[in-house]
C-alpha cells in the first residue's frame, strides 16, 4: 500500500470516545486500502457494490453502515527499520498478543512495538507483582538489544551489582581456584523482581496495555487469527499470540499435541535472599562477605555448589545452593525449604561463608526440572500460537542466560514479523523464528549442563595438596555475548524461508529434533 497515509497518534480510547456515538474502528495502518484523500480520520460508507477501504472490515460491514476508521501509528517517532524487508516499517504490521509479564514476556512486547507491530495487550494471570526470586542476570547480548529497542539500559545496571570479578573457590576452605570478570559470566546480576519492575516500566512507557488478574484457559488455533478464551470468558484474538508464561504454560501442550510432564534433573536449589541485620553485619564470623562492598563467589564441591552475590554495597545477601535432589521436592519457586538440611549440607563448608548460610531464618527449595527440548515451538494448525522463553528453552541457573536468551527470541520474533508480505505469511515468519532460535538456544541450555558437571566433578578423588587448572572450572558464556540475534535473523532470512515454505509445499514440516 501506499505510505501516504498519516496515522494517528491518540490512544484508541480517546479516539472512540472524542467521536461518540458514531461507530467508529481502530485498525493498523496496514489494513487501510489507500484511497484519494484519506488521512488521520477515514470515514467510508459501504455498499453493496463499493470496496469498503478497510481489509478487515469488509466481512464486517453492512450495506449503508458508516465507520470511522482510524489508523494508529505505534511508534510514531521511528519511521524504518533496518530489519524489515518491505521497507516502511509499518506497511506489515501484525496485531499480537502476548500471554506472560515476566521478563521474555515484557522484552517481547518491547520488541514487537519497536518493530511497528501492534501489541493488544500483555496477560499476565496474577493480580500482584512482588519482589519476587533472587538473583539473574543479564548478558551482553541482552543489553545491546535492549538498547537498539530504545531501553534505557542504565537504569538496569545501576541496581546490579557492582563487582567487577568473580571468584570460583573449594568448597571446604575458600581456596580461589580461579578468578573471572563478572561480565564473563551473566552480565549484569541484580534481584530479579527488581529486573522486573524496571521491564515493566518499559512496557508501561510505550502505551502497551499490562492486563493482571487475566489467566488464559483456552485457545483456539484458527486462521486467519488464532484466538484465547480468559477465565473471566472473554475472548481475544490477534494475527499472532506469543505464550511467553513459562515452563507450564498452557500453550506447552497445544503446540506438542500432549501433556509433557517434567523430568527431575537430580538436584534441586535452596535459596535464600534477605537483608543480613545490624548484628549480622557486625559480626566478625558472618560478614566476610557482605563488608567490602559487592562481591560475587561461588563454592564447588562434589555433587554440589553454593553461589554468593551481594547487593547495594553488600546491603542485600544471596545465596543458593545446589544439591542433590532428594526426589520429594515439587517443581516450584515458592517450596518452603528446610533450613535444618541445609546447615547439615554445609557443615563442611568454607568456614568464612558457612556462618551466615547457616544464620539464615528461612530459604525456599525449588526442584530443578529437566524437559526434554521439543520439536516444535509453533502450534500446528495456524501456525500462529508461538512459544518463547522458558515455555520452549528453560535454562539451568548455571546457564545464567535463561533471561537474556529469551530477549534474543523477542527480537528474532519481530525481525522475521518485519520479514512477510502479508498477514497470511505470519505461519511462515514464526517458522523461520523457531528454526533460526532452536540451534542457539540449546547450545547455551548445553553451556549451563556442562559448567554443572564440571563444578561437581572438580574436586571428586582429587587430592588435598593437588592443584585444579583454573580453566577447568571457569565459566564459558564469553561466546554467547558477541551476537546480535536480530542481524544474524535478517542475515539468514532467505536462507530459512525457502526451507520452511518447502516443507510447507510437501505439508510435512521438520521437527527441531
Known amino acids: 500500500m501506499s505510505s501516504h497515509i498519516p496515522a494517528s497518534t491518540e490512544p484508541p480510547s480517546t479516539l472512540k470516545q472524542s467521536l461518540a456515538p458514531v461507530k467508529v474502528r481502530y485498525i493498523p495502518i496496514s489494513d487501510l486500502i489507500p484511497m484519494p484523500g484519506d488521512n488521520d480520520l477515514v470515514t467510508r460508507t459501504a455498499t453493496a457494490d463499493a470496496p469498503f477501504p478497510c481489509r478487515r472490515c469488509l466481512q464486517d460491514a453492512s450495506p ?11 511508534f510514531p517517532q521511528q519511521s524504518t527499520s533496518p530489519y524489515s524487508g518491505a521497507g516502511p516499517i509499518f506497511i506489515h504490521a501484525h496485531a499480537s498478543i502476548v500471554i506472560g509479564a515476566g521478563l521474555g514476556g515484557c522484552a517481547t512486547a518491547i520488541a514487537l512495538h519497536h518493530h511497528g507491530h501492534r501489541v493488544l495487550c500483555v496477560l ?30 542504565d537504569e538496569i545496571k545501576r541496581i546490579g551489582n557492582q563487582a567487577p570479578n568473580m571468584t570460583i573457590r573449594k568448597w571446604h576452605d575458600g581456596k580461589e581456584l580461579a578468578t573471572q570478570p563478572l561480565m564473563d559470566m551473566a552480565g549484569y546480576i541484580g534481584h530479579r523482581g527488581d529486573y522486573h519492575d524496571v ?44 505464550a511467553a508464561d513459562g515452563i507450564k504454560s498452557l500453550a506447552r501442550p497445544l503446540v506438542l ?43 564447588i564441591g562434589p555433587d554440589l555448589h553454593l553461589v ?21 521436592v515439587p517443581e516450584s519457586w515458592f517450596q518452603e525449604g528446610n533450613m535444618k538440611e541445609v546447615r547439615r549440607l554445609v557443615g563442611s563448608l568454607d568456614p568464612k561463608i558457612r556462618g551466615i548460610v547457616q544464620a539464615t531464618e528461612k530459604c525456599l527449595d525449588w526442584k530443578i526440572c529437566y524437559r526434554e527440548p521439543l520439536g516444535s515451538w509453533v502450534s500446528p494448525e495456524s501456525h500462529r500460537i508461538a512459544l518463547l522463553g522458558d515455555s520452549c528453552h528453560a535454562h539451568l541457573p548455571t546457564s545464567a542466560q535463561g533471561a537474556s536468551q529469551a530477549v534474543e527470541s523477542a527480537g528474532v520474533l519481530a525481525v522475521c514479523l518485519n520479514q512477510i508480505q502479508s498477514r497470511e505469511e ?31 566433578g572438580a574436586l571428586k578423588g582429587v587430592k588435598e595438596d593437588k592443584a585444579i587448572d583454573p580453566e577447568s572450572v571457569k565459566i564459558r558464556n564469553r561466546w554467547l555475548y558477541d551476537f546480535d540475534a536480530e542481524e544474524d535473523a535478517a542475515r539468514r532470512w532467505l536462507e530459512v524461508r525457502n526451507v520452511v515454505e518447502a516443507e510447507f509445499a510437501r505439508d510435512s514440516l521438520e521437527p527441531l529434533c
Not at 554468593?308 to 520429594?328: A, S
Request: proline residues 4%; charged residues 35%.
Open 64 to 74: 449503508g453502515e458508516s465507520l470511522h476508521l482510524v489508523p494508529y501509528n505505534p
Open 124 to 153: 499476565d494471570k496474577v493480580r500482584q507483582f512482588g519482589r519476587l526470586g533472587d538473583s539473574l542476570g543479564l548478558g551482553q547480548n541482552a543489553f545491546d538489544l535492549l538498547e537498539k529497542w530504545g531501553c534505557e539500559v
Open 199 to 242: 521491564f515493566l516500566e518499559w512496557v508501561r512507557r510505550r502505551g502497551i496495555d499490562i492486563r493482571m488478574g487475566s489467566e488464559v484457559v483456552a485457545f483456539e488455533d484458527v486462521d486467519p487469527q488464532p484466538g484465547i478464551t480468559l477465565k473471566s470468558g472473554e475472548h481475544l484474538r490477534a494475527d499472532i499470540i506469543v
Open 257 to 299: 499435541g500432549s501433556r509433557d510432564d517434567p523430568k527431575s534433573s537430580g538436584y534441586a536449589c535452596f535459596r535464600a535472599f534477605f537483608r543480613p541485620t545490624e548484628e549480622q553485619r557486625r559480626d566478625e564470623k558472618l560478614n566476610r562477605y557482605m563488608r567490602d562492598g559487592d562481591c560475587v563467589n561461588f563454592w
Open 308 to 328: 554468593q552475590n551481594t547487593l547495594r554495597g553488600g546491603e542485600e545477601f544471596n545465596w543458593i545452593l545446589t544439591h542433590k535432589d532428594e526426589g520429594d
Open 426 to 456: 505470519v505461519r511462515v515468519a514464526t517458522r523461520v523464528y523457531e528454526k533460526l532460535r532452536f540451534p542457539r538456544t540449546r547450545q547455551s541450555q548445553t553451556n549451563g549442563e556442562d559448567l554443572r558437571d564440571r563444578w561437581h
